[in-house]
């Protein structure tokens, strides 16, 4: 199984909607895909249509890795399941903090899925703190969102270092360029300049465009309702070249 | 299979819009449009996928085809693939877990498709309030079963299926019950490629599946001896339309075998059959070994080719490639003489007339007081005896560090005889024991057979450069890298000689002995 986080220290960059259209696109390529929604506030599960509740909350989840899998709800979509997210998740950092080892915990519990599934796609909230760092733990690739502005590109720095610094064994970091609008002269400069793979960052850029933000509306992933816009197809060389890097 | 999953049979006098009618009142579901939808279903030809209760079938609809495999019961896919290409091996898979799944379990089986069924398919998803799906009721209509290799066509009756959503199983099973109590459709259990074989009139597991006979012990041995000869000459015709076809070398494999299990026993349990019988058939069946055997021999040496590219270093691996070719073209003409050969008339004639022989009454008087007695008797005398010379021979090779490699070669053998004789009449032993005991032989004969191999290809190997040289063409660089792969099999076939000894004590150890002799004597 591949474990891919979407992550950034910062909100609103474009985190959800990255995760929910590749784990949609990966289930259509035929890959059994689990999307776990970490963020208290849903907006994944949402997009899903499916209720963001788990039975016992993160308490329950954290008790034994048997009680992931009753959690699980299959989507509208062959091959793609969702681990919902619930209110209890806005302090799983503590849920996590009171085991015996906070950081390898989340890890430990992912066993049971290597079988069930292909991906494991982890939709993150903000911040940096335990449950940020088992994700960091867990994941083979850490997907990071960025907005090509120069402050957006000083936190990213600030994930970097503390990658650097403070994780045990880091995930292999694939930042890339989201919501990028085109019209603007300070994100076309900055994508020019990080064209070549700069610090990693992936060949792919996701535009700003308003079908992504019509997700609200569709609940469904992007791909399944709309597949010619710009967006769509930015998505998919995304996933594309993620699938490479696996 | 996953709770809440069911499929319902709908009789031909009940019209289906009736019956989503009856739905309708009790869920909320949005139609689809029908789409055509074709299934073809693949196995080997072995039924290696049915006997692990499995299937893989390639799903085309309007433009997008997948591959996939699943549980034989219907039950949700465990691996599947976004691809238009229908892969003949594991190997032509792309990498990744379906490959890597498929690989061990077909080995080196081709797919072979089994039937192709052809419908209408309607998928109708039950919503909740959000609108999300919480099951899904798929309705198949004017199935059409064909098979590709007959002009056979069949149709089947239209169906139902309850295809749950985890997490949302209740919804699903709600569905079914309705279904069942309230319209009244009768559960139909029985997987879509049962169906589709059933309405074709195929047996899945059958033909080539089939079992050794299962033996009497006390049935006359000429009787019980005509009835394992019968199952090897079902085996050598089941196969014969696959070894013309060349489509997968196990045809011929399995072909051989069979041919090499006829000539053992015949040889093995000569005052069983009538001398005139012996004397026809024996130099018959030899004859039929004999012209299969180089094509198996190339097919081989194809099928390790990779392997033996490993054994030389990586940089001259591709100086090997030409030996391949030339592997290939010799393949190619050999295949077409052993197709000539199994058009003669001889042939024909040896298949007929040794079926008549099988098909009719077992001599009487029977030709020797041995063919008169118990099955069960005859059978361990043999072996008993094969045993004993085994050990004999293997001792003195142990004792005589000079032994030629003739006497291995006889050993190796012996090793056959007893193999064939234990897997013939293994009906009749304890499964465990024998099992135990076909095992420890089976080292044994790995042993003496890779000393053989290794032998053998180096004396090809020479056969070949002679060939390929009198061809011309060939760079020196593939003779130099030939020559290397010569040297390499020189040396392990010296690794082989030193391993026998403990191989042979291993097999001949007092355990195995005691077994041997509680069984057999
Ligand atoms: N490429 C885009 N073009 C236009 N709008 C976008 C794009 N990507 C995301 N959005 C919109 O921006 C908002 C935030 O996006 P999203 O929820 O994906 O980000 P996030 O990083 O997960 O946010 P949060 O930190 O709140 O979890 C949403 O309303 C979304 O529809
Ligand atoms: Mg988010």
């Known amino acids: ?246 | 299979m996953m709770r809440g999953t069911a499929q319902f049979a709908v009789p031909p006098e009940t019209n289906v819009d009736d019956v989503l009618a009856v739905v309708r009142r009790h869920f909320t579901f949005r139609a689809a449009r029908s789409t055509p939808c074709l299934r073809r279903y693949f196995d080997s030809f072995d039924w290696l996928l049915y006997n692990t209760q499995t299937t893989i079938y390639q799903e085309t609809l309007g433009k997008q085809k997948h591959l996939h495999w699943q549980p034989l019961d219907d039950g949700p896919p465990t691996h599947s693939l976004a691809t238009a290409e229908t892969p003949r091996f594991a190997t032509d898979l792309p990498p990744g877990r379906f490959c890597d799944d498929l690989t061990p379990v077909l080995g080196y089986r081709a797919l072979l498709p089994l039937a192709d069924v052809q419908y209408r398919r309607r998928v109708f998803r039950v919503l909740n309030k959000d609108k999300k799906t919480i099951a899904r009721l798929i309705v198949e209509e004017n199935a059409v079963v064909t098979n590709s290799t007959s002009d056979h066509k069949a149709s089947l009756g239209a169906m139902l299926r309850v295809m749950p959503i985890k997490g949302y199983e209740n919804k699903a099973l709600d569905l079914g019950r309705l279904l069942r109590k309230e319209v009244g459709l009768p559960d139909h259990d029985t997987p879509l490629l049962l169906d589709a074989l059933d309405a074709l009139g195929h047996t899945p597991g059958g033909a080539t599946g089939k079992k050794d006979p299962v033996l009497d012990p006390a049935l006359r041995a000429d009787e019980a001896v005509r009835l394992l000869l019968r199952s090897l000459l079902e085996t050598i015709e089941i196969n014969e339309p696959g070894v013309r076809a060349d489509i997968d070398t196990e045809f011929l494999h399995d072909f051989r075998v069979a041919v090499r299990r006829t000539r053992s026993v015949l040889g093995q349990l000569k005052s069983i059959l009538p001398p005139d019988v012996l004397a026809h058939y024996q130099p018959e069946f030899k004859w039929l070994g004999g012209v299969t055997g180089p094509t198996r021999d190339l097919d081989v040496y194809l099928l390790k080719f990779e392997t033996y590219q490993s054994w030389v270093p990586p940089r001259v691996r591709e100086d090997l490639e030409p030996l391949r070719d030339f592997l290939k073209v010799q393949q190619r003409r050999e295949q077409a003489r052993l197709v000539e050969a199994l058009d003669t008339p001889r042939y024909r004639a040896l298949l007929e007339g040794w079926r008549a022989f099988l098909d009719g009454p077992a001599p009487e008087p029977p030709p020797s007081p041995e063919a008169a007695r118990p099955v069960l008797e005859v059978a361990s005398a043999r072996i008993w005896r094969t045993y004993k010379k085994t050990l004999k021979e293997g001792r003195a090779i142990i004792n005589n560090p000079d032994a030629p490699a003739e006497a291995l070669h006889q050993l190796r053998i012996r090793c056959k005889k007893l193999r064939y004789l234990l897997e013939l009449f293994r009906s009749l032993y304890p499964p465990k024991a024998l099992k135990r005991l076909i095992k420890a032989l089976k080292k044994l004969q790995d042993n003496l057979g890779d000393f053989n191999d290794f032998e053998v290809q180096q004396d090809t190997l020479q056969q070949f450069a002679a060939q390929m040289k009198h061809e011309g063409q060939t760079e020196v660089d593939t003779f130099l890298a030939m020559g290397r792969l010569e040297a390499y099999m020189a040396q392990r076939q010296d690794e082989t000689r030193e391993a026998f000894a403990e191989r042979f004590l291993r097999f001949a150890d007092p355990k195995n002995q005691e077994q041997f002799r509680a069984l057999f004597k």
């Open chain 1, 1 to 246: 199984m591949n474990t891919i986080a979407v992550y950034n220290l910062k909100g609103g960059v474009g985190k959800t909607s990255a995760a929910i259209n590749l784990a949609y696109l990966s289930a259509r390529d035929g890959h059994r895909t689990l999307l776990w929604d970490l963020d208290p506030q849903g907006a994944a599960t949402f997009y899903c249509r499916i209720k963001p509740k788990v039975k016992g909350g993160a308490q329950k989840i954290v008790q034994h890795k048997r009680n992931l899998d009753p959690a699980i709800r299959g989507t509208d979509f062959d091959n793609l399941d969702l681990l919902p997210a619930d209110f209890s998740y806005r302090t799983f950092d503590s849920t996590l903090d009171a085991t015996k080892k906070p950081v390898r915990h989340l890890a430990s519990l992912l066993k049971p899925l290597k079988k069930e599934y292909d991906h494991l796609i982890f939709d993150c909230p903000d911040g940096l703190a335990t449950l940020s760092e088992s994700v960091f733990f867990a994941a083979d690739l850490l997907l990071i969102p960025v907005i090509p502005t120069t402050l957006s590109l000083l936190t990213f720095d600030q994930v970097k270092k503390h990658l650097k610094k403070k994780t045990k064994r880091p995930p292999l970091t694939l930042p890339f360029f989201s919501m990028v609008d085109r019209r603007k002269r300070l994100h076309k400069e900055i994508c020019a300049e990080y064209a070549n793979g700069k610090d990693g960052f992936l060949k792919t850029t996701v535009p700003f465009a308003s079908a992504v933000e019509r997700m609200g509306v569709e609940r469904a992933p992007l791909p399944s309702y709309d597949r010619r816009s710009t967006a769509t197809r930015a998505y998919q060389a995304l996933w594309e070249e993620v699938k490479e890097k696996m």
